[in-house]
């Protein structure tokens, strides 16, 4: 492996940002009236969904908040992949309920919707008009309510990241609004909440972690910071996914996935590629979850950017346990296959066809792909066809 790779001779002016106040481990949800009560909240409105209500978690965090004597405003009914309506709803339920503060618990897709009310409270719709692909995030000033994020998954990271993905009616595509003004301003990490997750749910979840580290890391663009936590990501969802999955109870393992989450999610401000930009496609057009599309497409993507970042992709295979030393062009090859050895281990299909992606909807999730920001990190650079290819390679 090439040494200084990734040290441009003249990197310029650059400007990074770092993540949330964060409260990790076993028990933390204990700390989250305090943290509330810390940023001003005097009655925060909950956000999640009726899973997380389903599965009794809904219930320990008003218990948690009642501790502090906060009375809580409730909207318990975020869709499982966000749009328009559920931050209008939200809203409504943030005015009626006269909150001053928002506590969003669950997966990403509550998580993302309570950065949707966070951002209406105080900013006009249309939602699109914060595209970030449009250079929407100009729009984001730092005018919003607090809002403290309880992930109950480990794997998209919203608890630390500074955007939501939400499907909007008026593009009818999955759209990222990104602005630093979004991030959660605390994130309570209690492994313990992730403990009743289904080994599928682990999987596609941690699945998901792994692909923020590695388009990440390989992203066009200088930051070094994120490219330490990438790496560290990747080598945590290495060593913890499949033990997580094989014993749901297993709380070290689950702490780990949680910092991998966490990492991963702060490393992507760097940037993603084409695999996200296809995810973004397969959710809306072929109901595939997020997770699992990501888990699926990254083999296939990353075998495609070997040309273009070998080095980088040497590096993702020694972060996945392969010995260091050698040729960057063969540990790049073994990246690839460590990332397919990985999702079958953790019951990952390895096709698109396999998880009901239809052969005569490629082109259209190619097209959706290419129109989506994702890919414009991506270290090789990609036309709609390239993308075409990738799904095709995939499916």
């Not at 084409?274 to 888990?295: K, M, Q, R, Y």
């Not at 070997?306 to 090859?333: C, K, Q, T």
């Not at 920001?373 to 995939?394: F, K, W, Y």
């Amino acid at each position: 492996m090439s040494a200084f790779f990734d040290l441009p001779a003249s990197p310029g002016i650059t400007v990074m940002s770092w993540p949330t106040r964060v409260v990790l481990g076993p028990g933390a949800l204990a700390r989250l009236g305090r943290e509330a009560i810390r940023l001003g909240m005097r009655r925060p409105l909950v956000v999640t969904d009726r899973g997380v209500v389903a599965a009794g978690l809904a219930e320990r965090v008003y218990a948690a908040l009642a501790e502090e004597e906060l009375p809580v405003a409730r909207f318990e009914s975020v869709r499982a992949n966000p749009t328009d309506r559920d931050g209008e709803e939200g809203l409504a339920a943030f005015r009626a309920g006269e909150c001053d503060g928002l506590v969003a618990v669950g997966g990403g897709s509550s998580i993302d919707a309570a950065k949707l009310v966070q951002l209406l409270t105080t900013h006009a719709p249309p939602l699109s008009r914060y595209d970030d692909s449009v250079g929407g995030d100009r729009h984001v000033r730092d005018t919003m309510p607090p809002l403290v994020a309880i992930p109950t998954t480990a794997g998209t990271g919203s608890e630390v990241g500074r955007s939501a993905v939400a499907t909007l009616a008026e593009t009818g595509r999955k759209t990222v609004i990104f602005s630093p003004y979004l991030m959660p301003r605390v994130a309570v990490c209690d492994p313990e909440l992730t403990v009743g997750l289904p080994a599928t749910l682990t999987a596609w979840t941690g699945m998901d972690a792994l692909t923020h580290a590695v388009e990440a890391y390989v992203a066009q663009g200088f930051h070094p910071l994120a490219d330490a936590l990438a790496l560290d990501a990747v080598r945590r969802v290495a060593r913890s996914l499949p033990a997580a999955v094989a014993e749901g109870s297993d709380l070290a393992a689950r702490t780990d996935m949680m910092i991998a989450a966490m990492e991963g999610a702060t490393a992507f401000q760097k940037g993603l590629g084409a695999s996200h930009a296809l995810a973004h496609a397969l959710t809306p057009i072929s109901g595939v979850h997020h997770g699992l599309a990501n888990a699926v497409v990254l083999p296939a993507v990353a075998d495609w950017n070997r040309s273009a970042a070998p080095e980088r992709l040497a590096a993702i295979a020694v972060a996945l346990g392969e010995p260091a030393g050698g040729d960057d062009e063969a540990l790049s090859a073994r990246a690839v296959e460590r990332i397919r050895a990985l999702a079958r281990g953790v019951g990952i299909p390895a096709r698109l066809r396999e998880v009901g992606v239809r052969e005569e909807d490629l082109a259209r999730i190619a097209a959706r792909a290419f129109e989506d920001a994702s890919h414009r990190t991506n270290p090789r650079p990609c036309t709609e066809a390239d993308l075409l290819a990738l799904a095709r390679a995939a499916w």
